[in-house]
């Protein structure tokens, strides 16, 4: 029999960092679902890649920028008017620290 990999302590934590409330039912099949999706990424390490060239894009693209053109802006009211808050031409944002 194998290990099992995934453990109830490990759905509460993940359902705690994606800040999701989970009951009982449902730990239960995400814990089973999260196992399974494991034993699949597992089987990845059967492939053989010895000749498979590392990659960090799927397309062979180098430097793809766009010209960097000066335009018109919108006007400050413009960006502003649907700011939940705003202090003169200022976004005003909850202070973080």
Known sequence: MEK???KREDVEYLSKLARIELNEQEKNKFEKELEKILEYVS???EVNTENVIPTYHVLPLKNVFREDIQGESMPK???LKN????DENFF????II
């Open 92 to 95: 005003k944002v909850p202070r």
């Open 4 to 6: 099992k990999v995934i």
């Open 77 to 79: 009211l413009e960006i």
């Open 43 to 45: 089987k990845l390490n």
């Open 83 to 86: 700011a939940p808050d705003r």
